[in-house]
């Protein structure tokens, strides 16, 4: 099949089963939202990167970039919970065979939601303090403790989580990797308001929760390197997803200052363009990275800054949104003059997480400048991590 | 997409290795000619570099804006004072585009094998490319060309003038040259005043892919600075040693370095895609303008900033790169100017 032909059908699935308005409720949105994923999966449309075994599609990452375009263009629901950017990486890596059979499948459908259960209260950036313990008994971890900032903890049906398997002194060599029932018994689950108003996150205790050992991914204390895992492959493809998406929201913000006559002024139209030259170099460097992986078998430095870029580019880009509303920046998402139901407001908002969330920008910077740049190691802090 | 083959690795890597060793860009800064002309000969005769980017049927070795990138990377690296940016950056890629058969026979032979040097004119006493004054009429120009890189020098005079792109030769009678004096002393600018000098008309159409393959030219040139800034702050900060830990462990001066690659990786991006686009070179050429400048001048400031008080002494090279940094923002339409292109090109 020729890459044009290919773009065409699945832009025609896309549309043709649009599964229409997102709705405002909850748990009919989770509904709504399972049925797309579960229809996109029977249909062969899950997974672009995926290896077929698993269901996905094994494309080419020429086929790869076109499916996120298109996936993007035709604004239909994207993945429930975090596992497929994170832990499916992680368990195609190292996890067993029966690990992968049972969990991969019904991830990428999704008919099981995962959710990362990393941070603590007293272990964000410095997460080699994490106390949540398992002991084990038997063939199983009796695991105690608590996690916080989980997204998606509330829809969760798998928690992939680190636990302290050593001595409380261990640090960063005492910890494992365990999937966790989010259902079991002893799991509790409270939503966790963010500065937007909305419960995105949550915090989860664990009480004497049974887990099987066999639900350990890598070896006991062995959890550490784990942590790294992202695939070269998930993150090229990452990474043009954001591209797509932000070419598609610059679009609509252009539009708007189109709208707003705002484009007259020449200090806006010099903002909008750079704008413009960052969202194409954010495609450049996935394509870059893409060829990278292509040639070398591995991503070369730029995707280990892309990151930073896009976070760095959605924080601005929303927060000029913001100012070219002009008095109606000030007006929450429920107020009926609200500007496009309020959506760059809560952008702006919802993107402070941006530089925080999956490890601070600040943090990021250090492990850029010490694994990419070889500077010297802050003796103050553990080797660099993620 | 790109990745580079094997072969341009190569190329890359024997460039690198020969600048290595002649990169002392003090010594020939003096000189009249701004430049070491031992060094242009070894380019040509021994690397035949400044055959890079032309067609095999004019002397050339026929790769393209990709392998020049390369080669410009590498000397922006060093800031070698070279006739090559001009000669084969910028006249040798505008005489390929023109689609001028005769211009091609003419000229490009004594480029790809180095007895040519050459220089393209394009901004005026208003400093832009544009509302050109410059005209010419029965094969004779007249007008006044200013920031002609290398322009002192250079053997062919191309010169975009108000009608299309004209050739004179350097020499040529009504032809006056002043040398200016420059912030960056690494690249020589010249004044260059035309009083009915005979010129050849070269090509048809206007000559904007030129002005869009020299911005291209000088972007990969600004990445090769740029990285130079940043391996050079990075090596400071392995080894000095403040309050008895190298300045490197310190989460300020970490940040700062790793700024500096994200912008030097974005403007790779940028630029490595432009040498690639085809038909989408407008566009890619005025992103990789306008973002490749800031990027460098961003990793020279803060190169100097990480120095320290060795950074700002005239014996250390940091402020080199500054003064090529902040001149080459000027050279081809400042990083607003191609801003505002691009928002022209894309609708905004």
Not at chain 1, 178 to 199: I, S
């Amino acid at each position: 099949m020729h890459d044009d032909d290919f773009r065409a059908r699945l832009r025609a699935f896309l549309v043709e089963h649009h599964p229409g308005r997102r709705p405002k409720d909850r748990t009919e949105r989770l509904a709504w939202q399972k049925a797309w994923l579960a229809k996109l999966f029977d249909a062969g449309y899950a997974g672009p990167s995926w290896p077929r075994e698993y269901g996905g599609m094994d494309l080419s990452f020429a086929r790869q970039v076109i499916y996120q375009e298109e996936y993007a263009k035709a604004r239909v629901p994207g993945p429930l919970g975090t596992g497929l950017g994170i832990a499916a990486p992680t368990l195609v890596k190292y996890g067993t065979a029966e690990q992968k059979e049972r969990y991969l499948r019904p991830m990428l459908r999704g008919d099981a939601v995962w959710a990362q259960g990393y941070s603590e209260p007293d272990a964000g950036s410095d997460l080699p303090a994490l106390r949540t313990t398992a002991r084990r008994e038997g063939d199983e971890y009796i695991v105690n403790g608590q996690k916080v900032w989980t997204s998606s903890g509330d829809i969760a049906d798998v928690l992939f989580t680190l636990v302290r398997t050593g001595t409380p002194a261990s640090r960063q060599h005492g910890i494992s990797y365990l999937l966790v029932d989010a259902h079991a018994p002893g799991v509790t689950v409270r939503p966790l308001r963010d500065l937007t108003g909305d419960a995105h996150f949550c915090e989860i205790f664990f009480t004497d929760v049974r887990v099987p050992v066999a639900d350990r991914v890598g070896e006991e204390n062995g959890g550490w390197p784990l942590v790294r895992t992202s695939l070269g492959h998930e993150r090229a493809a990452g990474a043009m997803n954001q591209a797509a998406r932000y070419r598609r929201v610059l679009d609509e913000l252009i539009e708007l200052a189109h709208e707003r006559g705002a484009t007259a002024d020449p200090l806006v139209r010099a903002r909008l363009a750079d704008f413009e030259m960052r969202v194409r170099i954010m495609r450049y460097t996935g394509m870059r990275t893409i060829a990278d992986i292509l040639a070398r078998g591995e991503p070369g430095p730029a995707s280990s800054t892309s990151r930073l870029f896009v976070v760095t580019f959605e924080q601005d880009l929303h927060e000029f949104a913001v100012d070219l509303l002009g008095p109606y920046g000030m007006l929450g998402r429920d107020d009926p003059h609200a500007v496009q139901r309020g959506r760059w407001v809560w952008g702006f908002l919802r993107t402070r997480a941006s530089t925080i969330g999956a490890g601070t920008a600040e943090i990021q910077r250090n492990t850029i400048a010490e694994q990419l740049l070889g500077l010297p190691r802050d003796p103050a802090m553990p080797p660099s991590s993620r | 997409m790109i990745a580079f083959t094997e072969e341009q690795e190569d190329l890359r890597a024997v460039v690198r290795r020969f600048l290595a060793d002649r990169a002392d860009v003090r010594a020939r800064l003096d000189s009249g000619e701004g430049h070491d002309l031992a060094v242009w000969r070894q380019l040509a005769d021994q690397l035949g570099l400044p055959g890079i980017a032309v067609p095999e049927e004019y002397g050339g070795s026929g790769g393209g804006p990709v392998e020049l990138g390369i080669v410009l990377e590498e000397m922006g690296r060093v800031l070698l004072p070279s006739p090559f940016f001009a000669t084969v950056a910028l006249v040798g890629q505008a005489l390929t585009a023109s689609g001028d058969d005769a211009a091609k026979s003419r000229w490009l032979p004594g480029i790809a094998d180095g007895s040519l040097t050459a220089t393209l004119a394009v901004a005026e006493e208003s400093g832009r490319a544009t509302d050109l004054t410059t005209t010419a009429t029965g094969g004779t120009l007249s007008g006044t060309k200013m920031f002609v890189v290398d322009g002192h020098t250079a053997d062919l005079l191309l010169v975009v003038a108000r009608t299309g792109l004209f050739a004179v030769e350097g020499t040529a009678p009504g032809v006056t040259r002043t040398r200016l004096e420059t912030l960056d002393r690494t690249r020589r600018l010249a004044r260059i005043d035309f009083d009915g000098a005979p010129a050849v008309p070269i090509g048809e159409s206007p000559p904007r892919k030129a002005l869009d393959l020299a911005v291209v030219a000088l972007a990969a040139e600004q990445v090769g600075g740029a990285q130079a800034c940043l391996d050079m702050a990075v090596g400071h900060a392995k080894v000095r040693v403040q309050f008895d830990r190298p300045i490197g462990t310190f989460q300020a001066i970490k940040h700062k370095c790793a700024d500096m690659l994200l912008a030097i990786e974005a403007a790779r991006s940028a630029v490595y895609h432009a040498a690639s686009a085809g038909d989408e070179l407008p566009v890619a050429a005025s992103v990789a303008g306008a973002y490749c400048s800031v990027a460098f001048t961003h990793a020279a400031k803060e190169n100097i900033q990480i120095h320290g008080g060795v950074g700002y002494t005239w014996e250390h090279d940091a402020h080199r790169y500054l003064k090529r940094a902040k001149s080459s923002e000027q050279l081809f339409g400042a990083p607003a100017a191609h801003r505002a292109r691009l928002a022209d090109l894309v609708g905004i």
